[in-house]
């Protein structure tokens, strides 16, 4: 079965539906005009529609149709259709208002065409002495930065000698300050060695002769006990000589004070003997913690 698209409704002249579109034709198009509906002039109390303002496509000027021009509407296709005219009346004002366009179009395009050549020039004017004012600022630009370049590069060079002057300032300071040190360093090791040397002359000079010392207050101590005791022998011969006249009590008091004496006499010599061997010892050993010392630094530096 064929698929038939049934024909559009067309409503005509005395036709309640077109009356309701004449009132209503706000954005349909007249046909053949092909002019758009911008307003509708509908009579006082009735409601008619008199007459219908258009807008031409092609010019853009607005015409009023009377409303009784138009026979029939299709609502589906949004268009008013308009009953034929003589040729002396709308369609010639048609006619003439489109020459009267195509002419001011003419016109127009001759107009912008000067304008758009004067504007040409005009831009092309301006670009060139904007390029102008370009190169010139780049020419200067350019020389500045010449200028800047080669300042800087001097100031480089005055800055790169300066260094280089007082790196080698540096350098020479430092060996200086290393000479000195080490001279410093191999004259307190002579020193210290002079010392050392001085420090065994010296003890090996003062080790006899504490010896020989010691062993004279020995001599000197014995002597003197020997001699306390010969004393008291003839104090006690004495005392038990005058015993037997003053009486046996005091006779053996002074006995016995004669015997502590002696035995405290003898006991100091024997401590001083002591004391002064210890004192020759810890003397020894005191010189000879103080030469390790002081060879110690010696052996490192070495």
Not at 32 to 55: F, M, T, W, Y
Not at 217 to 244: D, K
Not at 246 to 263: M, P, S
Request: charged share 20%.
């Amino acid at each position: 079965m064929a698929d038939v698209s049934a024909p559009a409704p067309v409503f005509l002249r005395g036709s309640a539906v077109l009356d309701y579109w004449l009132v209503h034709a706000e954005g349909l198009t007249i046909q053949p005009l092909d002019a758009r509906v911008e307003e509708v002039v509908v009579a006082g109390p009735v409601g008619h529609a008199e007459a219908l303002i258009v807008r031409s496509g092609m010019t853009r000027r607005r015409t009023a149709i009377p409303a009784a021009s138009i026979v029939a509407v299709e609502p589906s296709a949004g268009k008013l259709l308009m009953e034929a005219q003589p040729e002396t009346g709308p369609r010639l004002h048609w006619a003439e208002g489109i020459v009267a366009a195509r002419t001011k179009v003419r016109r127009g395009r001759r107009f912008g065409r000067a304008h758009a050549a004067a504007a040409l020039h005009w831009t092309r004017a301006c670009c060139i002495a904007a390029l102008a004012h370009a190169a010139a600022a780049l020419h200067w630009t350019r020389a500045r930065c010449v200028a800047a370049l080669a300042h800087a590069a001097a100031a480089l060079h005055w800055t790169g000698a300066r260094c280089v002057a007082a790196l080698a300032h540096a350098a020479g300071a430092l060996r200086w300050t290393g000479a000195r040190c080490v001279a410093g360093v191999a004259h307190a090791a002579g020193a210290l060695r002079w010392t050392g040397a001085r420090c065994v002359a010296a003890l090996a000079w003062s080790r006899p002769r504490a010896l020989q010392l010691i062993r004279v207050t020995a001599q000197h101590v014995r002597r003197a006990a020997t001699r306390t005791a010969r004393g008291l022998v003839w104090l006690m011969r004495r005392l038990l000589a005058g015993a037997r006249a003053a009486g046996v009590n005091a006779a053996l008091l002074t006995l016995t004070a004669g015997a502590f004496a002696a035995r405290g006499v003898a006991r100091t010599a024997r401590e001083v003997e002591r004391v002064t061997a210890l004192a020759v010892e810890r003397g020894q050993a005191s010189l000879e913690a103080r030469r390790a010392r002081r060879n110690e630094p010696t052996e490192k530096n070495d």
